[in-house]
Protein backbone atom coordinates (compact mmCIF):
# COMPACT_ATOMS: atom_id res chain seq x y z
CA UNK A 1 0.00 0.00 0.00
CA UNK A 2 1.50 3.23 -0.72
CA UNK A 3 1.64 5.87 1.85
CA UNK A 4 0.20 8.83 0.01
CA UNK A 5 -2.23 8.00 -2.26
CA UNK A 6 -4.05 10.59 -5.28
CA UNK A 7 -6.51 9.28 -7.92
CA UNK A 8 -4.03 9.97 -10.89
CA UNK A 9 -7.31 11.48 -13.06
CA UNK A 10 -7.89 13.78 -14.81
CA UNK A 11 -10.25 15.37 -13.13
CA UNK A 12 -12.27 17.78 -15.29
CA UNK A 13 -14.38 20.86 -14.09
CA UNK A 14 -16.00 23.77 -15.90
CA UNK A 15 -14.14 27.18 -15.74
CA UNK A 16 -16.00 28.81 -12.38
CA UNK A 17 -16.86 25.60 -10.98
CA UNK A 18 -15.16 24.24 -7.85
CA UNK A 19 -12.56 21.84 -8.14
CA UNK A 20 -12.13 19.12 -5.34
CA UNK A 21 -8.82 17.33 -5.02
CA UNK A 22 -8.35 14.07 -2.19
CA UNK A 23 -5.40 12.46 -0.55
CA UNK A 24 -5.24 9.67 1.71
CA UNK A 25 -2.04 8.95 3.58
CA UNK A 26 -1.25 5.71 5.58
CA UNK A 27 1.31 7.13 8.85
CA UNK A 28 -1.23 8.34 11.57
CA UNK A 29 2.29 9.82 13.10
CA UNK A 30 2.24 12.42 10.04
CA UNK A 31 2.61 16.07 10.81
CA UNK A 32 2.62 18.02 8.03
CA UNK A 33 0.79 18.59 4.98
CA UNK A 34 1.78 19.86 1.76
CA UNK A 35 -0.21 20.68 -1.78
CA UNK A 36 2.24 21.56 -5.01
CA UNK A 37 0.93 22.59 -8.02
CA UNK A 38 2.74 21.19 -11.13
CA UNK A 39 2.48 22.39 -14.56
CA UNK A 40 3.55 20.19 -17.52
CA UNK A 41 7.27 20.34 -18.47
CA UNK A 42 8.05 22.40 -15.15
CA UNK A 43 8.97 21.92 -11.54
CA UNK A 44 6.18 21.17 -8.52
CA UNK A 45 5.56 24.42 -7.06
CA UNK A 46 4.31 25.08 -3.32
CA UNK A 47 0.64 26.65 -3.03
CA UNK A 48 -0.38 25.12 0.25
CA UNK A 49 0.55 23.71 3.50
CA UNK A 50 -1.33 22.64 6.14
CA UNK A 51 -0.79 21.57 10.03
CA UNK A 52 -3.64 21.29 12.04
CA UNK A 53 -7.10 19.63 11.42
CA UNK A 54 -9.55 22.39 9.81
CA UNK A 55 -9.81 24.34 6.99
CA UNK A 56 -7.15 26.68 5.61
CA UNK A 57 -7.88 29.27 3.17
CA UNK A 58 -5.77 31.47 0.97
CA UNK A 59 -7.05 33.06 -1.81
CA UNK A 60 -8.81 31.12 -3.75
CA UNK A 61 -7.62 27.74 -2.42
CA UNK A 62 -8.38 26.04 0.21
CA UNK A 63 -6.68 23.26 2.31
CA UNK A 64 -8.92 20.75 4.52
CA UNK A 65 -7.17 18.02 7.05
CA UNK A 66 -8.87 15.42 8.84
CA UNK A 67 -5.99 13.69 10.82
CA UNK A 68 -8.25 11.11 12.63
CA UNK A 69 -9.85 9.63 8.79
CA UNK A 70 -6.28 10.40 7.52
CA UNK A 71 -7.10 12.89 4.77
CA UNK A 72 -5.87 16.21 3.34
CA UNK A 73 -7.55 17.77 0.44
CA UNK A 74 -7.36 20.85 -1.82
CA UNK A 75 -10.13 23.02 -3.11
CA UNK A 76 -10.23 25.83 -5.62
CA UNK A 77 -12.87 27.98 -5.99
CA UNK A 78 -13.69 29.67 -8.97
CA UNK A 79 -11.94 27.14 -11.59
CA UNK A 80 -9.49 28.89 -14.77
CA UNK A 81 -8.05 27.35 -17.44
CA UNK A 82 -4.82 28.11 -16.18
CA UNK A 83 -5.43 26.07 -13.02
CA UNK A 84 -5.47 23.11 -15.41
CA UNK A 85 -1.87 21.24 -13.89
CA UNK A 86 -1.27 18.06 -11.94
CA UNK A 87 -1.63 19.17 -8.04
CA UNK A 88 1.02 16.93 -5.73
CA UNK A 89 0.09 16.04 -2.47
CA UNK A 90 3.09 15.47 -0.01
CA UNK A 91 3.02 14.66 3.59
CA UNK A 92 5.57 14.53 6.28
CA UNK A 93 5.44 10.99 7.38
CA UNK A 94 6.46 10.70 11.09
CA UNK A 95 8.55 11.76 13.52
CA UNK A 96 12.00 9.75 12.45
CA UNK A 97 11.21 11.08 8.72
CA UNK A 98 13.37 14.43 9.63
CA UNK A 99 12.46 16.79 6.82
CA UNK A 100 11.50 14.07 4.28
CA UNK A 101 8.47 14.46 2.17
CA UNK A 102 6.43 10.98 1.00
CA UNK A 103 4.54 12.47 -2.38
CA UNK A 104 1.59 11.03 -3.76
CA UNK A 105 1.69 10.30 -7.47
CA UNK A 106 -0.58 13.44 -8.38
CA UNK A 107 -3.87 14.44 -9.77
CA UNK A 108 -4.72 15.75 -13.15
CA UNK A 109 -6.35 18.45 -13.41
CA UNK A 110 -8.20 20.11 -16.43
CA UNK A 111 -10.27 23.03 -16.38
CA UNK A 112 -12.28 23.71 -19.29
CA UNK A 113 -13.41 27.20 -20.86
CA UNK B 1 12.00 34.43 -2.09
CA UNK B 2 13.96 30.93 -2.17
CA UNK B 3 16.01 30.81 -5.59
CA UNK B 4 17.18 26.78 -5.94
CA UNK B 5 18.90 26.69 -9.78
CA UNK B 6 20.17 23.60 -11.51
CA UNK B 7 23.03 23.78 -13.73
CA UNK B 8 20.94 22.76 -17.36
CA UNK B 9 17.54 22.92 -18.29
CA UNK B 10 18.24 19.79 -20.94
CA UNK B 11 20.96 17.64 -21.65
CA UNK B 12 22.23 15.06 -23.80
CA UNK B 13 24.41 11.92 -22.62
CA UNK B 14 25.71 8.50 -24.32
CA UNK B 15 25.67 5.84 -22.32
CA UNK B 16 29.10 5.00 -20.01
CA UNK B 17 29.20 8.27 -19.64
CA UNK B 18 29.90 10.26 -16.18
CA UNK B 19 27.52 12.53 -15.68
CA UNK B 20 27.62 15.60 -12.97
CA UNK B 21 24.07 17.25 -12.39
CA UNK B 22 24.38 20.62 -10.29
CA UNK B 23 22.15 22.12 -8.01
CA UNK B 24 22.08 25.34 -5.79
CA UNK B 25 20.09 27.20 -3.57
CA UNK B 26 20.54 31.09 -1.82
CA UNK B 27 18.75 30.98 1.03
CA UNK B 28 21.02 29.12 3.33
CA UNK B 29 18.79 25.79 3.78
CA UNK B 30 20.05 22.87 6.02
CA UNK B 31 18.30 20.39 3.48
CA UNK B 32 18.60 19.29 -0.25
CA UNK B 33 16.94 16.46 -2.05
CA UNK B 34 17.35 15.09 -5.51
CA UNK B 35 14.67 13.40 -6.70
CA UNK B 36 13.85 11.60 -10.45
CA UNK B 37 10.50 12.10 -11.83
CA UNK B 38 9.01 9.39 -14.55
CA UNK B 39 5.59 9.51 -15.98
CA UNK B 40 3.50 7.15 -13.60
CA UNK B 41 5.84 6.38 -11.01
CA UNK B 42 5.89 9.86 -9.64
CA UNK B 43 8.32 11.49 -7.56
CA UNK B 44 11.18 9.12 -6.08
CA UNK B 45 13.61 10.29 -3.90
CA UNK B 46 17.44 9.19 -4.81
CA UNK B 47 19.31 11.01 -2.02
CA UNK B 48 19.36 13.60 0.48
CA UNK B 49 21.62 15.76 2.41
CA UNK B 50 20.74 17.41 5.83
CA UNK B 51 24.43 18.93 6.57
CA UNK B 52 27.56 19.44 4.53
CA UNK B 53 29.29 16.22 3.52
CA UNK B 54 26.57 14.43 4.95
CA UNK B 55 24.20 12.31 2.56
CA UNK B 56 21.44 9.74 3.00
CA UNK B 57 20.12 6.95 0.68
CA UNK B 58 16.60 7.67 -0.69
CA UNK B 59 14.29 5.41 -2.36
CA UNK B 60 16.58 5.02 -5.45
CA UNK B 61 20.36 5.32 -5.12
CA UNK B 62 21.71 2.87 -6.97
CA UNK B 63 23.25 3.80 -10.00
CA UNK B 64 23.78 7.53 -8.59
CA UNK B 65 26.25 9.14 -5.65
CA UNK B 66 26.24 12.38 -4.46
CA UNK B 67 28.19 15.60 -3.43
CA UNK B 68 27.84 17.95 -0.85
CA UNK B 69 31.00 20.06 -0.04
CA UNK B 70 29.26 23.45 0.52
CA UNK B 71 26.09 24.05 1.73
CA UNK B 72 24.67 25.74 -0.45
CA UNK B 73 25.51 23.15 -3.55
CA UNK B 74 23.99 19.75 -4.25
CA UNK B 75 25.55 17.48 -7.24
CA UNK B 76 24.08 14.41 -8.59
CA UNK B 77 26.77 12.02 -10.58
CA UNK B 78 25.94 9.40 -12.67
CA UNK B 79 29.48 7.31 -12.97
CA UNK B 80 28.26 5.39 -16.22
CA UNK B 81 25.08 6.74 -17.37
CA UNK B 82 22.45 4.17 -19.31
CA UNK B 83 19.61 4.40 -20.93
CA UNK B 84 17.12 3.98 -17.49
CA UNK B 85 18.29 6.73 -16.13
CA UNK B 86 16.99 9.25 -18.83
CA UNK B 87 14.29 11.07 -16.83
CA UNK B 88 13.43 14.51 -15.23
CA UNK B 89 15.94 15.16 -12.65
CA UNK B 90 14.66 17.65 -9.65
CA UNK B 91 16.74 18.87 -7.27
CA UNK B 92 15.14 21.16 -4.03
CA UNK B 93 15.64 22.28 -0.67
CA UNK B 94 14.33 23.04 2.71
CA UNK B 95 15.10 24.56 6.22
CA UNK B 96 11.93 22.46 7.84
CA UNK B 97 9.99 19.97 6.23
CA UNK B 98 8.54 22.71 3.42
CA UNK B 99 10.63 21.96 -0.14
CA UNK B 100 11.48 24.02 -2.92
CA UNK B 101 11.87 23.08 -6.14
CA UNK B 102 14.39 23.78 -8.78
CA UNK B 103 13.63 24.17 -12.70
CA UNK B 104 14.69 21.15 -13.28
CA UNK B 105 16.93 19.03 -15.57
CA UNK B 106 15.61 16.78 -18.43
CA UNK B 107 18.13 14.09 -18.88
CA UNK B 108 18.28 11.94 -22.00
CA UNK B 109 20.92 9.24 -21.75
CA UNK B 110 21.25 7.85 -25.46
Known amino acids: QKEVEQNSGPLSVPEGAIASLNCTYS??????FFWYRQYSGKSPELIMF????GDKEDGRFTAQLNKASQYVSLLIRDSQPSDSATYLC?????????????FGGGTRLMVKP | DVKVTQSSRYLVKRTGEKVFLECVQD?????MFWYRQDPGLGLRLIYF???????EKGDIPEGYSVSREKKERFSLILESASTNQTSMYLC?????????FGPGTRLTVL
Open chain 2, 92 to 100: ASSLWDEQF
Open chain 1, 90 to 102: AVNVGMNAGNMLT
Open chain 2, 27 to 31: MDHEN
Open chain 2, 49 to 55: SYDVKMK
Open chain 1, 50 to 53: IYSN
Open chain 1, 27 to 32: DRGSQS
